[in-house]
Structures are given as structure tokens and as C-alpha cells.
């Protein structure tokens, strides 16, 4: 039996491939595009027939169906990523509908009659109405993305084939479905992803980023639906179409819980924020169910609610109305609670399955064991215990052992008391928050002592605090102190009677939590480094290091020699240990700025001595494709002077717009970078304001003009002139509401310019970008599209432009979502025709020097190992000293692909070994 799978490579058809081939006297046809990735069949390559296809070519597809004369067919190929289909609406359709009926047509005129299998989605069904659950075949479709449209149209020509033709053709609707192999721009893999980086410390920030958590779905293992597939084969009545999914159906966030308790690490998700309301709720159920919907839209994670039995918690001798207990200052005992109103069982049931309906955690807190069991037969898996019952050890045992987490507050408690507590019931050995308070009602600034926190990180993994103070800076500090949980009670009016007395109306946590999240922010990272905004002041205050007198050669450099003058230029205040104490290489004047090739640099000279590095300065050994410099026109010969490279990259400027080029000419070849300020405004080729977008074009064409006559000053540049575009898309302070026009504006702004005779590259925007306002004071704005790896690609491909790839943006902006860089990398890569480089930090902790950040140097080179383009170093004022900073990146990077090489072929020498 011939069975031909398009879409081999994929996540499905590979699987599927692996399924078939074991199964005895069937033959394997798989169809994958040219450039397919191959590594999730090298496992059965030898296995399978593969023929090389295009679902845009249907002559490849007609050949193939010729040749293979199937018996089954597997219409896996698609453009299946939903996202991409909104960039790429018409690329989807001619992908998913036209290369369907290219299939079909292809089996009519072949003559053979296959079983043909034709694999659509569940996105046909959209938007499902609650009338219409559960979901069945006859439900209907109501597409949210172009992506679901498509998939529509297939469906329904697929049926079309059938009834026309009487081709034996069965339909799926294939619903979630995940395993290894799957693309972590899926929700469950992307998840996997972060943990097992966090786990790996590849991911240094234990921070877990996520989408919709609310979300339901229903998962199911890829390996069932692969033979699900085949017996839709096997057993489907042609014409027919049927659903595939799991049998169980759950929230996102469930399953990111599922996966978060299959790891030990400490992950961070952002404050998680408990507000108690079961106090202010008093037994009244519709009150509740607002300030559910309150504390939903506030941002609160988590409620909590709390029960007793007062003839469990309370000595019966209390509840006796003659009752003349006395306590403290011989006041008669009152209990708070006496009077509360609890609900019942019913009750709470209605209310945990509408904070699942809002994506609120339900967080109990039992004060007996009577309680307890009421809860934990409702279904409820979080627990608080309040301080005052921290030392009722049955009740603590018993949630420790039967339940998911437990908030243990320590009020009341020295740290010796929580040291025997956490020893005795081997907490640590369990999911416990470890909880700050102070049991005073309202709690007093004097008595908050927050730097307790750091008491209770000796005995716990996590730590909160459960505020009973009114102060709003409590919050915060606890949050600088390392707080992962916060808790308050809140209420909805401020009216209300009997109110917990240090309860807050719950529209004030909104502006609480927003609070919390800016000064985790603010806190950042535990590491020190320059920011790109310190570096603009630098640029403007910082001093270089000047002759304060003649110099001879071979003497050792003094402090006397020297002073420190504005501006910064060539070697600077920074570098003064490097320089004073050392030897002078040659004759300096009274008044020359001192350069690093002034002074015997032994750590150079010893670099040089390395065979990748040697005294021409040839960083190039290792990199793969041309190495480069950005340059000016005022100093390309400085910059050049005895260095091995192949082009420089000339950054215009404001001042260069208005005056004529004077350019020598050079043996190299050419590349420009756009201006990103004329007349003191930072240009923006995607404004929403029309004049200025039209003023900015207006300029880039002028510059343009320009390139295509420099062009003829530089021997090598013998092709079009590479032109790298900044779109723009900044706006300050705040990010767009609607960014999507961008795409539209940049484009066109694109057809407005005359890009005759240049090769435009698209570069890549940085999340967090800074930028000088007319008084030369530096603001941080945002930008707000060209920053994913699939807009890039989409749109680069859609207009058929190249990309230049600024990896340090790159990597900024995948630290802010959490996506892999690695995977980054891979998808722009067949559009990426000219590469920046430096090394970063954080979330705007560009221009760093390589090696000096948090890049991940060993997969650029994994990535960019085959790369025939140019890499041009961006380190910040790295033109200052003839340029010794971009060299140094040069050699350093030389370095990182030897590094890699050496391993890599270490590693192939060891396979070769093991074989």
C-alpha cells in the first residue's frame, strides 16, 4: 500500500510517518518543501520516500500524485499558525484552499481513487455559542481568524470533491493537540519551555509569561490523533466529517498548574494578590458574586473565604449567653466573630464554580477540622491558616497531607516558634507560603517590622505578607522585600457594617496591584550595569582622557601626564586604571586625546598571540559571511587604518542631510543606515500623525538619493546599495492602544520612496527604545510593532525585502514576552540578509560589549553558523577610539564561533567514536 503524507516534516505529519512505518506492507511517501527543517524525521529518513513539493506549485503536486499512485492520502501541509494568518491573510488562503483542491484536482487527473484523508481544525467553529454546546459535527461555523476560514473553505471543498466527483474523501476537525516535537509558539510547549530553562538556568528571571489562562480547552496526545487519522481511514464513511479531540476539558491555567507541580523550582509569575471577602460577605450570596466581579477586574488572583463550627472552636462554657469570661485588663470576652453570618455547602459551591467561570483561585481558611472537611469536600485544594490558629498542629497536619498549597500566617509568633513549627511539621517538605502579619487591628506603623520577611525566608522557600494595617506603603515594601504573595481584606462599600477593621474598598486594589507590579519593576535584577540611558548622559557629561604635556615614547604613563576634558571621545575616565601606570608606544603632544593604541595593552598582546587573532587584527577567522564597522564620513580612514574587513556601514546623521557628501574612494563594500533624527525629531515612517509620516519619508528619500550616489565611491559594492529602514513605531510614554495600522503606514510609506538601486532591509525594533528630546534630555519610550519574530518574517516575505536582524533588540524584546530566542532566531532567518550585533541586559540594557550580558553567543553561532551576510558591530560609542570597541566585539565574537566549532566538532568526533 502507497500512503502519501504532505507535510512530513510537520508536527503531525512526522508523527504520522513514525506511526505508518511500522505497520507491515505500507510504503511511505512524505512531501515536504525544499528548505523544510528535517530534524523531526531523521529518525525514520531512511524509512520514508521524500519528494520535494509546493502547495503553491501545482505542477509539484500533480507530478508527485503520478509517481506515488497512492492508495491513501494525509492532507496534513498547511499554514496552521493563527496568528501568522492575520499578517498573511491571502498567503494563508492560497496555502490552505488552493493547495487542497490542487491535491484533489491532482487525483482526478491521475485516475487513481485514494482513500484521501483532509485534515481541517477546530478554529471552523469559532466562537461557540452556549446554546450550541457541547460541540458536535452539526455545530456551526462561526471563524474568529483567516486562519478558521480557511479551514472552512477546505472543509467544505473537500465535501464539494466528494459529492461532484465521489472521491473517497473523510474529513477531521482536529481539536488542541500537543507533545514533544510541538512549536513553542503553542501554549503548552511554550510553558514547558520556560520551566525547563528556569530548571536548566538558562532563564535567569523565574518568571513564567502567559496569555489567556481562562482559556478552555481540551488536550490531546499528538501520538492518538496521528492514529486516530489513520483509522478515520480505515473506518470513516467518505463525505462524512469528524471531530478529533481529548475527552477531558480544562483551563489553560489548569494546565499550567499540572505542569508547575512537576517542578521543584521556584517560579514567579508577577505578586500573586489574595483578597479576603468572605468577612464583608456576611451570608449574603449576591453580594458576593459582585465583589467577585470586582476583584476580577482589579487584577486579584485569588479570594479567600473562611468557616468554623462554633461548637468546635469555642468552648461550649463561652457560647452561654450568663457567660462572665474575663481576659486582659479584666475586660469581659467578646468574641468578634459570634455573630457573622457563614454560608452553607450550597453556597459555597456556587461560589467556586463562578470564580472558575473568572479565573480566581478559591482559597479557604477552616478554623477547625470540621471545617476543614466541609471544604475539602467541595473540591478545594488552597489553604490559609490564620495566625492565631498557626499552632493547631491537627488541623495543619491534616491540610499538609491532603492538600495542593497552604498560606501559613505568623502573627503573633517569634522566630524561634516558627523555626519549631517548621521543623516539628517539616514544612519545607511541603507547598507553604510562609506569611507576615501582625495581629493588631488596624496594625501601627511601629509594630509592621517588615524586614521579618527575611526571618521567614530562612524556613521557606516562598513568603507573604497578609496586611491587617491600613498603611499603603506596607504593600510595597513587602514587595521589596521579596514578598511573592499579598493579602488584604477588601469590601465593596465603605458603609457596611462590621467590616474587618483593616478591610480596604476593593477599587482601591487596582491602583494597589498596578503599584505592586511598577515597584517589581523598578526593583529589577540583582546584577549592575549600565543602562542605555545613563550611556546617552555618558555621551554628553562623561570626560576623556587628554595629554596634559609632551610625552616620549617608552615612558611609563603618570597621572601628572594627563587630565580629564569634556567631551568623551577616545579613551575615556572609565579606562584611567587601564592606561596610568603603563608605557606610551609613541611620541603623544600636549593636547591629543589619548588612544588605547597609545599604550602598551598586555592583554591585547596577548590576545594577538592566539593563531583566531593575529597581529593584522583578522577577526574574520571564524565568523561566517562579512565583517564590518559603522562609520562616518569624518572618520571612515581612522576607522579602516590597518584593519581587515570587508565593508563599512555609513550611519547618517541629522547634520549630514543638508550638505554634500565628500567621500574618498575605498576598496570596500557598502552599506547605509538611515538617519533616525531630522530637525530635532526622531523620524517615524509608521505616524499616525500624516504630516510628520509624509516629513519623514520625505527625508529618507533625500537619503536615499544620497546612497545611490556613494555607491560609486566604494569598489566592492558592485549590487544594489543595502539601505537598513528603521520603521519607527515609537510612541512615549505609553504603548498604542491599536498599533495595528503601523503595518499598513510603513508599507506605505515604503511605495512612496524611490528605492531604485538599493536592496531595502527592515530592521527589527527594540521594545523599551530611548531617545533624545529637543533638549538633549534622554526618555525611555515604547515601540509597538516590528517586534516579533513572526511580524518580521511575515512582513518582510509579503513585500519581499530582506531583514536586518538586530540580535540585541531581538533578545531584549524575548526577555519582555518570555519567548525562546533561539526560536526567534530560526524563524527570521530566511529573511535575515545583514546582521547587528552587541550585547544586552534586562529589558534596555542595549549596546553592551560582547560577553558582557546575557546573550546566548552559542546559539546565534548554532543559528548563524552558514550565514553569507554581514555582521556590524553596535556597541555603544564604539566609534570613539578609531573605532577599538567594534574590533574588540569582532575578535570576540571570532572567539564565540571557535568556541562553538571546537565543540561541535568535538561532538561529532565522539558520535564517530561511539558508532
Known amino acids: 500500500m502507497n500512503v502519501m503524507i504532505t507535510g512530513v516534516t510537520g508536527f503531525a505529519g512526522s508523527y504520522l510517518a513514525e506511526y505508518l512505518v511500522k505497520k507491515p506492507g505500507v510504503k511511505v511517501f512524505g512531501l515536504k518543501r525544499w528548505n523544510s527543517p528535517m530534524q523531526d524525521i531523521k529518525q525514520i529518513e531512511d524509512k520514508i520516500n521524500l519528494i520535494n513539493f509546493d502547495l503553491g506549485d501545482p505542477h509539484s503536486i500533480y507530478r508527485a500524485v503520478n509517481e506515488i499512485k497512492p492508495d491513501k492520502i494525509f492532507h496534513l501541509a498547511a499554514q496552521s499558525y493563527v496568528p501568522m494568518s492575520f499578517r498573511a491573510p491571502i498567503d494563508t488562503l492560497r496555502a490552505n484552499v488552493f493547495g487542497t483542491v490542487s491535491i484533489l484536482e491532482a487525483v482526478l487527473e491521475s485516475g487513481c481513487n485514494p482513500v484521501i484523508h483532509v485534515c481541517t481544525s477546530s478554529e471552523v467553529y469559532g466562537q461557540v455559542e452556549e446554546k450550541d454546546l457541547p460541540i458536535n459535527e452539526d455545530t456551526p461555523f462561526r471563524p474568529q481568524s483567516p486562519y478558521g476560514v480557511s479551514k472552512v473553505a477546505e472543509d467544505l471543498i473537500a465535501y464539494q470533491y466528494h459529492v461532484t466527483y465521489g472521491l473517497k474523501i473523510v474529513r477531521s476537525r482536529s481539536f488542541t493537540h500537543t507533545g514533544p516535537r510541538s512549536k513553542q509558539v503553542f501554549v503548552a510547549p511554550s510553558f514547558a519551555k520556560q520551566i525547563a530553562d528556569i530548571e536548566a538556568g538558562i532563564k535567569k528571571d523565574n518568571t513564567i509569561y502567559v496569555g489567556n489562562l481562562d482559556s478552555v480547552r481540551t488536550f490531546l496526545d499528538i501520538r492518538d490523533m496521528v492514529e486516530a487519522y489513520w483509522l478515520l481511514t480505515e473506518k470513516g464513511i467518505p463525505g462524512e466529517a469528524y471531530n478529533i479531540a481529548g475527552t477531558h476539558t480544562c483551563k489553560v491555567g489548569e494546565m499550567l498548574n499540572t505542569l508547575l507541580s512537576m517542578t521543584d523550582v521556584k517560579l514567579k509569575s508577577g505578586i500573586y494578590f489574595i483578597a479576603e471577602v468572605g468577612k464583608s460577605c456576611n451570608g449574603n450570596l449576591d453580594y458576593c458574586l459582585k465583589i467577585l466581579r470586582e476583584c476580577k477586574k482589579s487584577g486579584v488572583n485569588a479570594v479567600r473565604f ?45 461560589i467556586l464554580e463562578y470564580c472558575r467561570e473568572l479565573g480566581l483561585d478559591f482559597i479557604a481558611t477552616p478554623w477547625d477540622l470540621k471545617s476543614f472537611e466541609l471544604f475539602k469536600k467541595i473540591g478545594i485544594t488552597d489553604f490559609k491558616v490564620h495566625s492565631m490558629n498557626a499552632m493547631n498542629i491537627p488541623l495543619i497536619s491534616a491540610i499538609l497531607e491532603n492538600s495542593h498549597k497552604l498560606y501559613l500566617s505568623t502573627g503573633g509568633m517569634t522566630e524561634k516558634q516558627v523555626e519549631i513549627l517548621c521543623r516539628n511539621l517539616r514544612l519545607s517538605e511541603y507547598n507553604v507560603v510562609l506569611m507576615h502579619a501582625v495581629c493588631a487591628y488596624p496594625a501601627p506603623e511601629s509594630t509592621i517590622n517588615m524586614r521579618a520577611l527575611n526571618i521567614l525566608k530562612k524556613y521557606s522557600k516562598s513568603v507573604g505578607y497578609s496586611s491587617n494595617d491600613l498603611n499603603k506603603s506596607s504593600v510595597l515594601s513587602a514587595c521589596a522585600l521579596g514578598a511573592d504573595v499579598i493579602e488584604k481584606h477588601v469590601h465593596l462599600y465603605d458603609d457596611q457594617l462590621g467590616l474587618h477593621k483593616s478591610s480596604v474598598n476593593v477599587k482601591s486594589i487596582g491602583e494597589m496591584i498596578r503599584n505592586i507590579n511598577e515597584i517589581k519593576t523598578i526593583i529589577g535584577k540583582e546584577i549592575k550595569y549600565e543602562s542605555r540611558g545613563e550611556m546617552v548622559n555618558q555621551e554628553i557629561l562623561s570626560k576623556s582622557i587628554v595629554l596634559k604635556k609632551d610625552v616620549k615614547q617608552g615612558k611609563i604613563l603618570e597621572e601628572s601626564d594627563v587630565t580629564l576634558q569634556l567631551p568623551v571621545k577616545e579613551v575615556n575616565a572609565k579606562q584611567w586604571f587601564d592606561v596610568i601606570g603603563k608605557e606610551v608606544t609613541s611620541n603623544l603632544q600636549k593636547g591629543d586625546y589619548l588612544h588605547s593604541c597609545d599604550i602598551l595593552n598586555s592583554k591585547l598582546e596577548e590576545a594577538k598571540k592566539d593563531s583566531s587573532l593575529s597581529t593584522n587584527l583578522n577577526e574574520r577567522v571564524f565568523i561566517p559571511g562579512k565583517i564590518g564597522v559603522v562609520a562616518r564620513f569624518k572618520d571612515i580612514d581612522e576607522m579602516i587604518k590597518n584593519r581587515n574587513i570587508d565593508y563599512v556601514e555609513i550611519h547618517y546623521a541629522a547634520s549630514d542631510l543638508k550638505k554634500e557628501d565628500e567621500c574618498k574612494d575605498y576598496d570596500l563594500d557598502l552599506v547605509v543606515h538611515l538617519p533616525e533624527y531630522s530637525d530635532g525629531k526622531l523620524l517615524d515612517l509608521c505616524s499616525y500623525d500624516e504630516e510628520f509620516r509624509l516629513f519623514s519619508v520625505s527625508v529618507i528619500n533625500s537619503v536615499m ?36 495600522r503601523q503595518y499598513e503606514l510603513f508599507e506605505d510609506s515604503l511605495r512612496r520612496m524611490d528605492t531604485s538601486g538599493l536592496e531595502v532591509l527592515v530592521e527589527n525594533m527594540v521594545t523599551y527604545p530611548w531617545f533624545i528630546d529637543g533638549g538633549w534630555v534622554p526618555k525611555q519610550g515604547v515601540s509597538n510593532t516590528f517586534l516579533s519574530a513572526i511580524d518580521m518574517y511575515n512582513f518582510c516575505k509579503k513585500l519581499n525585502l530582506g531583514m536586518c536582524l538586530d540580535l540585541c533588540h531581538a533578545k531584549l524584546y524575548t526577555n519582555y514576552t518570555g519567548e525562546s530566542f533561539l526560536e526567534y532566531m530560526k524563524i527570521v532567518k530566511p529573511v535575515v540578509k545583514h546582521i547587528h550585533y552587541s550585547d544586552c541586559l534586562g529589558l534596555d540594557g542595549e549596546g553592551l560589549q560582547v560577553g558582557e550580558g546575557d546573550m546566548d553567543w552559542e546559539d546565534v553561532c548554532r543559528v548563524f553558523s552558514d550565514f553569507q551576510f554581514g555582521w556590524t558591530p553596535e556597541i555603544w560609542n564604539g566609534h570613539h577610539d578609531n573605532g577599538e570597541k567594534f574590533y574588540e566585539a569582532h575578535r570576540r565574537l571570532n572567539d564565540k564561533f571557535k568556541q562553538y566549532r571546537t565543540k561541535a566538532l568535538s561532538s561529532c568526533k565522539d558520535f564517530k567514536g561511539d558508532a
Open 705 to 740: 538619493e544620497k546612497a545611490r550616489n556613494l555607491k560609486r565611491h566604494f569598489k566592492k559594492c558592485t549590487g544594489d546599495v543595502k539601505f537598513i529602514v528603521h520603521p519607527g513605531t515609537m510612541t512615549y510614554p505609553h504603548f498604542l492602544e491599536d498599533p495595528s
Open 306 to 350: 473562611h468557616h468554623f463550627f462554633l461548637e468546635e472552636s469555642v468552648h461550649p462554657s463561652v457560647l452561654k449567653k450568663t457567660s462572665q469570661t474575663e481576659r486582659a485588663w479584666s475586660l469581659q470576652l467578646k468574641l468578634p466573630f459570634i455573630d457573622e453570618i457563614l454560608f452553607n455547602e450550597m453556597d459555597y459551591r456556587t
